[in-house]
């Protein structure tokens, strides 16, 4: 046997031949067509669920009046054919109300996963129009148009979900937001003074962690809600470290300061510092009432002042060490009557020439150190001077610590070379070295090289071409290190062997 959804699909065409057959019978065609529509329009209310009953009499009504149509029966036919209507009517009317609820609560489901999907910002317009249709579809339920009301819903679920389509394939902008934030807080987080903002540089954790759950959910939404929340809190927390470090600085520059105070009275000086100080009275005063970008360029101006209080102080220093060592080298040529150390002392001049040019360049390091260097040499020469002088004085009371002359190779320079021959040893070489204080000289060279200071007569004969005297070397020599001698030398020695040999 046929069911009864078959029966009514051939419905009409049964009724069609009928009717063409015995033309004279009257068929209620409207009557059966109108009923087989309204039991296909309740059936689009989903009249099977809510009207189940009513719905199966319209059909089994429909098909009541296809049998009486076959027996010819035209008045039958027709009143199965009007309450089979009846009926249809009847179930979608029962229907309706419930179906188009049904259907407003799946366009509230499709909706509310578009806003969870953030379509709101990456399909606006469909978004939109899916939120319109829903209200429109709530508004005309209250009116009892539930037709229009079905309808209605249908579209915003169909707008809805196209707008969760659209924003679902955005998720790398997602992805990129919250790594953005991520690496935002891995920066502060690294930063030295991050301990000022910790409870935020947390909280702004905590945030990201949410957001990529969003992610994870497809609860875009909540992502970017997330994200906002954490770029709100590393944005305190920027605020609080750059306060920090602004204190921090402050601190830093009071302490610069009080030891460029110390290091200077000139009155340049101390007005650039009492400026300076104004500034960073005001900065602290700034940070006080959180106008942290007033702090900065408080401290900022009163960095640049002290960074030229300091420049001031080492030129000011340069040109008193340039001074100095001018005026010291005034009073050895003075004494250099013979122009005996005219060479060095010419030398001295030069460093000193170079010293001045440094400090028309601003290089007042390279001033210190020239000036230095250049006293170096002066002093070298000056206590020649002295030594020179005494060993006169010595000499001319019969003492037998004469003034060293000098001389070819003598015997000592042979033991010496003997030494080293006999060894097998390579000679060595050391450059003089300048310091502000230990400045190089033979007996401290002998200890760096031999671990025995007395040893300085070898190092001495062996570099007799270039040290005229031993009391006097200068910085930049290149000495012969010979193999340490088995027998220490003696300068007393030294001087008597070759003193033997000039006779």
């Known amino acids: ?11 009409i065409p049964a009724i069609s031949l009928v009717f063409i057959l015995s033309c004279e019978f009257d068929v209620p065609v409207t009557e059966i067509i109108t009923a ?60 309706l109300s419930p179906y188009a609820a049904e259907k407003i609560k799946e366009a509230d489901r499709a909706y509310s996963s578009a806003d969870q999907a953030y379509a709101e910002k990456f399909s606006p317009d469909k978004f939109a129009a899916a939120g319109k249709f829903n ?8 009116n009892n148009d539930y037709k229009q009301s079905a309808e209605s819903a249908r579209m915003s679920y169909d707008l809805a979900v196209e707008a969760t389509n659209e924003s679902l394939q955005n998720y790398l902008e997602v992805e990129n937001e919250v790594a953005k934030v991520e690496n935002k807080l891995k920066e502060l987080k ?7 903002a910790e409870s935020n540089l947390a909280n702004a954790g905590s945030s990201i962690d949410n957001a990529k759950k969003g992610i994870e959910s497809r609860d875009y939404k909540t992502s970017f809600n997330e994200i906002d929340i954490a770029k709100k809190e590393l ?26 105070r110390s290091k200077s009275s000139s009155d340049d000086v101390n007005q650039d510092l009492d400026s300076a100080l104004l500034e960073l009275n005001g900065a602290e005063t700034a940070l006080e009432q959180n106008n942290i970008t007033d702090a900065q360029l408080k401290t900022e101006q009163a ?3 002290i960074r030229s209080s300091d420049v001031k102080i080492k030129k000011n220093n340069a040109v008193a060490a340039i001074g100095k060592a001018g005026k010291l080298l005034g009073e050895a040529r003075e004494k250099d009557t013979g122009n005996k150390y005219k060479e060095n002392l010419d030398k001295a001049a030069y460093v000193i020439v170079q010293g001045r040019s440094s400090i028309d360049e601003g290089k007042f390091n390279d001033a210190l150190n020239s000036a230095e260097e250049a006293e170096a040499i002066i002093s070298a020469v000056l206590n020649s001077m002295e030594a020179a002088a005494a060993e006169l004085a010595v000499k001319s009371e019969g003492d037998d610590h004469a003034e060293v002359i000098e001389a070819d190779k003598t015997a000592a320079d042979s033991a010496v070379i003997a030494e080293s021959e006999k060894k097998g040893e390579p000679d060595k070489t050391y450059v ?9 000289c033979l007996w401290r060279i002998a200890e760096t090289v031999y671990n025995d200071a007395s040893f300085w007569p070898a190092i001495y004969l062996a570099n007799r071409d270039q040290i005229k005297d031993p009391d006097l070397i200068f910085p930049g020599q290149k000495f012969i290190i ?7 030398i003696t300068y007393k020695e030294v001087k008597e062997q070759i003193k033997e040999k000039s006779k």
């Open 482 to 488: 010979p193999p340490k001698p088995q027998k220490k």
């Open 303 to 305: 960095e640049r002042l």
């Open 432 to 440: 003089v070295q300048w310091r502000k204080k230990n400045t190089d």
């Open 135 to 142: 209200a429109v579809a709530k508004s005309l339920y209250e």
């Open 36 to 95: 087989r529509e309204a039991v296909e329009s309740a059936k689009n209310f989903d009249a099977e669920k809510y009207a189940p009953e009513d719905i199966k009499k319209a059909e089994e009504l429909l098909l009541k009046s296809h049998d009486f149509i076959i027996a010819e029966k035209a008045d039958e036919a027709k009143k199965s054919a009007n309450d089979a209507f009846a009926a249809a009517r009847e179930a979608e009317k029962k229907s």
């Open 190 to 196: 690294s930063d030295k003074f991050s301990i000022a």
């Open 235 to 260: 944005g305190i927390a920027a605020e609080l470290i750059r306060k920090q470090k602004i204190f921090s600085t402050i601190q830093s520059l009071r302490a610069e300061m009080k030891e460029l």
């Open 1 to 11: 046997m046929r069911s009864r959804k078959s029966l009514i699909k051939f419905l």
